[in-house]
């Protein structure tokens, strides 16, 4: 559809369903009728490339998350449309600002699920079949408030002013069956569209419906509230991201939801696939590659052998063939408690036919371990099933044509230690998928300033699709012009970053100060808690005055906890708590201050990234799988304040370590000390050490009675009944961190030289690209290409 068309198509939209126009209508109905309008508009394209995507050999992203963000921004630039409906809305005395009221599509948690995005992003654009499936969950991750400094969770209701991004395909229903009930999986559609190119992807999240059709005019009042409990039954299975699982219920339900949309989406498969093979399943594997995003949809292996076994009369042996070629594997953590384990019993009583096969994988896994000489405790170690468990990832790596890790240093670990016994019998499985995020919203949308900048520099945009093409702007390192330039575009970035902090959490920040970051979820090998030690720090000194230099500094956070986390809420407890003390002291005023941003999401990411000086990835080596915010706040000329963990090591090595801030305990190191690592010593001989930690159990700092700061105290100085004092090594890490900060502070006087920094960032920011993860995929996992 032409692109006046389309224009035309949104004023007759807001005339026919809201009798509005453009000057009158809300921005909730400008939203829904440029969405729907344009939805209309790509309609065919969409049509058209699914049938390419079937027609050849295609891959399916199967995860539990899709962080979308804010789509119609995206959607916008991607058609080459923002420019013009941003003159048909400022024709009508509106603007496209107004979209900014529009919810993110949150379903996921962090980095995990905004990669599966990322990479839905990257194949649509470099015109590969991939399609993602998932769940359609009513409420994606909670929306998160800041009160008295404590965060509170609400629900995330995104699609109260409709989602006018999807489609419902009622047509494609399927049914999903589990011990004590049946229901309807519905999919719901949402294009996927590739920059500049014709290709429309399609991500297809399914949501749970009861098999019956709800009408209450047939049913007398008993048989309308048993109707009503068996449609919330239902929908309970689609209803939130990550339930509660402290409980046996919660536990079913979270198996519930990964088996629907695995279910679900095997099921649409193979009828995709018999539509044009009939009942030959000799071309399944041929035509089809499934990438498992974690272990959230590995039920999707002994799913795949039920429906191709009791459903289309294959035998076990042939149906477990076919899973070993079409089936890939990424892993996301070494953690120990995040390789996903099931009790036996649970999924037993849950989906008994499931379980019985993989029963029968795992005889058959231990007759592989017999035939290569493995025995004994090492290859009760391997089973599967072991001690009333079953291990997902085992069954993942026994059953899968590929794994992989998501950094050069995370693989390592995965061969080397945690998966070792696995690489040693299965090395040719193995593979290195470095991740990487997409640069038309990590830098194209977010930061059109600078955009322009590359632009203009290069002579096109060819680095919107190919993003080493930066790499040839490195010589402007040495034109002041233009460095002062960036200095400009940071600068109009932190204004506009401190605008809408003011207007979104009431906090003042000053433009003209350095903007230190740490945006990501909250966890404690994250070490949100070493940075507000080391600012505290920073702080008594700058009050007493033996640190006279330092440079006017915000730390921002920006970070959502788990909320069953304890730990995790009372450090964003004391981030605030840091954030008041400097607040009320006059000493200190114009020099530091401490802001946690609430509710950080995409969309905040967003404005954050495209501002930030520093970014901070200070995990404890060896924690971090990968990460990717910092190869978004790279892209954006921020330098890397951070320890040789997951992806940093990578950025270091493109960037060059003059250019980034390094510091802490390798991994090595970290092995080396771990035996006699005495954190309780360390506290009582530093003094800086010990007056930060005092600050959270003298009366210095208020926990508001929780008790909780006590607790983050104790976690270093004595341990706790499962861990070790200080189990992600804060405190040896903590005076390295600290030279760290204040060089930082240094070199940042120095406005020319930090350019040059920011600039060797931007320019070597290429290999972190998704363009590039995706092609690796479809080149050494998938064996898919271009339609
Ligand atoms: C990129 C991103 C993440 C991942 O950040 P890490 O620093 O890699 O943990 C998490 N949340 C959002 C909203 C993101 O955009």
Same mark, same amino acid.
């Given at each position: ?30 939203? =829904? ?20 995507? !079937? ?30 409906? @941003? ?7 509106? %603007? &496209? ?61 995104? =699609? ?89 219920? @919660? ?6 939801? !990964? ?30 590659? /499934? ?12 799913? &795949? ?26 892993? +996301?953590? *070494? ?45 009760? %170690?391997?089973?599967?099933?072991? +001690?009333? =468990?079953?291990? #997902? ?97 940071? &600068? +109009? ?8 902090? !003011?207007?979104?959490?009431? /906090? ?72 008041? &003390? ?26 954050? $990234? ?59 190191? $970290? ?34 009675? %929780? ?35 204040? !060089? ?15 600039? #060797?960032? *931007? ?17 050494? $996992? ?6």
């Amino acid at each position: 559809m032409p692109k006046k068309k389309m224009l035309e198509a949104v004023e007759l939209y807001l005339k026919s369903e809201f009798q509005t126009t453009p000057a009158e209508a809300t921005p909730d109905q400008l939203h =829904t009728a440029v969405s729907r309008s344009l939805m209309a508009g790509i309609a065919d394209r969409w049509h058209a490339s699914a049938e390419k995507h !079937q027609n050849t050999r295609h891959a399916y992203y199967f995860s539990a998350e899709f962080l979308m963000g804010r789509m119609i921004y995206n959607n916008l630039l991607c058609l080459g449309m923002t420019e013009e409906i @941003g003159q048909l809305l400022e024709k009508n005395g509106a %603007s &496209l600002d107004a979209f900014e009221e529009v919810e993110d599509c949150a379903l996921g948690n962090g980095g995990l699920g905004r990669l599966a995005a990322c990479f839905l992003d990257s194949a649509a654009t470099l015109n590969l079949p991939l399609d993602g499936y998932g769940i359609r969950y009513k409420y994606g991750l909670f929306k998160q408030k800041i009160e008295g400094g404590f965060q509170k969770e609400e629900a995330d209701d995104w =699609t109260r002013y409709g989602d006018p991004w999807s489609l419902r395909r009622e047509d494609e229903a399927v049914r999903v069956e589990f011990a004590d009930q049946t229901i309807v999986a519905v999919p719901y559609d949402m294009p996927i569209i590739g920059y500049n190119t014709s290709n429309i992807g399609t991500l297809r999240l399914w949501q749970a419906e009861p098999v019956q059709a709800f009408d209450f005019n047939l049913f007398n009042a008993q048989q309308y509230d048993a109707a009503v409990a068996e449609r919330n039954r239902a929908e309970d299975i689609s209803r939130v991201l990550y339930p509660n699982d402290s409980t046996d219920d @919660g536990k079913i339900l979270r198996l519930k939801q !990964q088996y629907f949309f695995c279910s679900a989406s095997l099921q649409d498969i193979i009828r995709k696939y018999k539509k044009t093979y009939g009942n030959d399943f000799s071309h399944f594997a041929e035509m089809n590659a /499934i990438q498992l995003n974690d272990t959230h949809p590995v039920i999707s292996i002994p799913e &795949l052998i039920r429906l191709l076994t009791d459903g289309e009369g294959l035998s076990f042996d042939y149906a477990l063939d076919i899973c070993k070629q079409v089936f890939s594997y990424t892993n +996301h953590t *070494i953690l120990a408690e995040a390789l996903e384990k099931w009790s036996q019993h649970l999924m037993e009583r849950t989906i008994p036919r499931v379980f019985h096969i993989i029963v029968m994988l795992d005889q058959y896994l231990g007759g592989e371990l017999h035939q290569k000489g493995i025995t004994g405790d090492k290859e009760y %170690s391997m089973h599967i099933l072991q +001690h009333g =468990t079953v291990h #997902m990832a085992y069954m993942a790596i026994y059953c899968s044509r590929y794994i992989n890790g998501v950094a050069q240093l995370h693989t390592e670990i995965l061969k080397n230690d945690v998966l070792r016994d696995w690489y040693q019998i299965y090395p040719e499985k193995f593979q290195n998928k470095t991740n990487g995020i997409t640069q038309r919203r990590w830098l194209a949308l977010c930061n059109p300033e600078l955009s322009d900048l590359l632009t203009r520099l290069l002579g096109n945009e060819s680095w919107k699709t190919d993003l080493s093409q930066l790499k040839q702007l490195e010589k402007y390192v040495e034109d002041e012009k233009v460095m002062q330039e960036l200095c400009e575009i940071k &600068l +109009h970035s932190h204004q506009k970053l401190a605008e809408f902090v !003011q207007k979104k959490d009431g /906090i003042t920040i000053d433009p003209n100060t350095c903007f230190d970051v740490q945006i990501k979820r909250l966890h404690e090998y994250k070490r949100q808690f070493l940075n507000i030690l080391a600012i505290l720090e920073l702080y008594y000194e700058i009050a007493e005055g033996s640190l006279t230099d330092f440079t006017p500094t915000t730390f921002i956070f920006g970070a959502k906890s788990a909320p069953g986390y304890a730990r995790a809420k009372g450090i964003i407890k004391l981030i605030n708590e840091v954030a008041a &003390l400097i607040d009320r002291d006059d000493r200190v005023r114009g020099k530091i201050k401490v802001a946690f941003l609430s509710n950080y999401n995409v969309s905040y990411a967003e404005k954050i $990234i495209a501002a930030a000086d520093v970014s901070e990835q200070i995990s404890t080596a060896g924690k971090e799988a990968s990460g990717t915010g910092n190869m978004k706040l790279m892209a954006n000329g921020a330098v890397t304040l951070g320890t040789l963990d997951g992806a940093n090591i990578e950025i270091v090595e493109e960037a060059g370590s003059i250019n980034e801030y390094i510091f802490g305990a390798t991994v090595d190191e $970290i092995r080396s000390v771990q035996e006699h690592y005495n954190p309780n010593g360390m506290y009582h001989n530093d003094y800086k050490i010990k007056r930060v930690l005092d600050a959270l159990v003298n009366g210095t700092l208020n926990d508001g009675g %929780s008790g909780i700061f006590r607790e983050l105290h104790d976690s270093i100085v004595y341990g706790a009944s499962w861990h070790r004092p200080d189990q992600y090594f804060l405190l040896l890490d903590f005076e390295r961190y600290l030279e760290a900060k204040k !060089q930082v502070a240094r070199d940042y006087k120095d406005q020319l030289v930090f350019a040059k920094k920011r600039w #060797m960032n *931007i320019c070597n920011s290429g290999k972190f690209s998704s363009d590039r993860t995706i092609r690796e995929y479809a080149k050494d $996992i998938w064996h898919i290409e271009e339609v």
